[in-house]
C-alpha cells in the first residue's frame, strides 16, 4: 500500500477500508472531467484498486502536471480494473451537462469488468447505478480510488482533445482542451462552432444568436 505523508494533503486509503471492513469486497472510484469545457465530451472513469499494488503518486489530477498525468496513466491500468464512460457534445446539448456527467458515470461504472460492490463519487451527488455509493465531495483530494480515477479521466479526455485538434485545427482544442479562453472564444468569432461545441452553452448559444 502506498505510503501517505501526514504533513501533506493527499488523499488515502480511508473510504475504501472503511467500506471494506464494513464487509463490502470491490471499492470503486468515480470522477469525471471536462463538466466546464465549451467543447467537446465529458469522460468519467471508474477505478478498482488493489490495495497490495496502489501505484505510487495518485492525487487529485488537478494537482498533477500533465506529464505525471500521463506517467501514471498505463500504470493505474496496468494494477487496477478501469472503466470509461464518454458522453458527447451532442448528448451533451440534449440532456444537459449535470445529466450527461451521471451518464458518463453510470457508463463507467459498467464498464468495470468486474462490478463493484460499492461506490465512492467524486462530488455532492451519484448516478442512477444499482450499487450503494457514496457520495464526497472533493473525493479526488480525499480518496485514492478516485484520484486515480480523476486521472484516468483527465488523461482521456485531453488525448481526444489532441486528436480533435488535429480534425479542427482552428481552434486550438490541444492547448486549452475546450475550455472558454480568449484564443477559444477569438477562434469561434472567426470561424463559428464545429460540430464538436456544446451548443447549449452559453456563450456558444450567444454566437449562434
Same mark, same amino acid.
Request: a neutral charge; glycine letters at 6%; aromatic letters at 6%.
Given at each position: 500500500?502506498?505510503?501517505?505523508?501526514?504533513?501533506?494533503?493527499?488523499?488515502?486509503? %480511508?473510504? *475504501?477500508?472503511?467500506?471494506?471492513?464494513?464487509? +463490502?469486497? @470491490? !471499492?470503486? /472510484?468515480?470522477?469525471?472531467?471536462?463538466?466546464?469545457?465549451?467543447?467537446?465530451?465529458?469522460?468519467?472513469?471508474?477505478?478498482?484498486?488493489?490495495?497490495?499494488?496502489?501505484?505510487?503518486?495518485?492525487?487529485?489530477?488537478?494537482?498533477?502536471?500533465?506529464?505525471?498525468?500521463?506517467?501514471?496513466?498505463?500504470?493505474?491500468?496496468?494494477?487496477?480494473?478501469?472503466?470509461?464512460?464518454?458522453?458527447?457534445?451532442?448528448?451533451?446539448?440534449?440532456?444537459?451537462?449535470?445529466?450527461?456527467?451521471?451518464?458518463?458515470?453510470?457508463? %463507467?461504472? *459498467?464498464?468495470?469488468?468486474?462490478?463493484?460492490? +460499492?461506490? @465512492? !463519487?467524486? /462530488?455532492?451527488?451519484?448516478?442512477?447505478?444499482?450499487?450503494?455509493?457514496?457520495?464526497?465531495?472533493?473525493?479526488?483530494?480525499?480518496?485514492?480510488?478516485?484520484?486515480?480515477?480523476?486521472?484516468?479521466?483527465?488523461?482521456?479526455?485531453?488525448?481526444?482533445?489532441?486528436?480533435?485538434?488535429?480534425?479542427?485545427?482552428?481552434?486550438?482544442?490541444?492547448?486549452?482542451?475546450?475550455?472558454?479562453?480568449?484564443?477559444?472564444?477569438?477562434?469561434?468569432?472567426?470561424?463559428?462552432?464545429?460540430?464538436?461545441?456544446?451548443?447549449?452553452? %452559453?456563450?456558444?448559444?450567444?454566437?449562434?444568436?
Amino acid at each position: 500500500m502506498a505510503r501517505i505523508d501526514s504533513k501533506k494533503i493527499t488523499p488515502n486509503f %480511508a473510504y *475504501e477500508t472503511k467500506y471494506l471492513e464494513q464487509g +463490502f469486497s @470491490l !471499492i470503486a /472510484g468515480v470522477d469525471e472531467a471536462g463538466r466546464g469545457p465549451w467543447a467537446g465530451p465529458v469522460v468519467a472513469a471508474a477505478v478498482i484498486l488493489d490495495e497490495s499494488n496502489i501505484p505510487s503518486g495518485l492525487n487529485d489530477s488537478k494537482k498533477l502536471t500533465e506529464p505525471k498525468r500521463e506517467a501514471l496513466f498505463e500504470p493505474i491500468n496496468a494494477a487496477c480494473l478501469v472503466g470509461v464512460g464518454i458522453v458527447d457534445a451532442a448528448k451533451i446539448d440534449e440532456i444537459n451537462i449535470l445529466q450527461a456527467t451521471m451518464l458518463a458515470m453510470k457508463i %463507467a461504472v *459498467e464498464n468495470l469488468s468486474d462490478q463493484p460492490d +460499492f461506490v @465512492l !463519487i467524486d /462530488g455532492n451527488r451519484s448516478p442512477d447505478i444499482t450499487q450503494p455509493t457514496q457520495a464526497i465531495k472533493k473525493g479526488d483530494a480525499k480518496s485514492l480510488s478516485i484520484a486515480a480515477a480523476s486521472i484516468i479521466a483527465k488523461v482521456t479526455r485531453d488525448r481526444m482533445m489532441h486528436k480533435y485538434d488535429v480534425k479542427f485545427p482552428d481552434y486550438g482544442f490541444a492547448q486549452h482542451k475546450g475550455y472558454g479562453t480568449a484564443k477559444h472564444s477569438a477562434a469561434l468569432n472567426q470561424h463559428g462552432p464545429c460540430v464538436i461545441h456544446r451548443m447549449s452553452f %452559453a456563450p456558444i448559444k450567444k454566437l449562434l444568436t
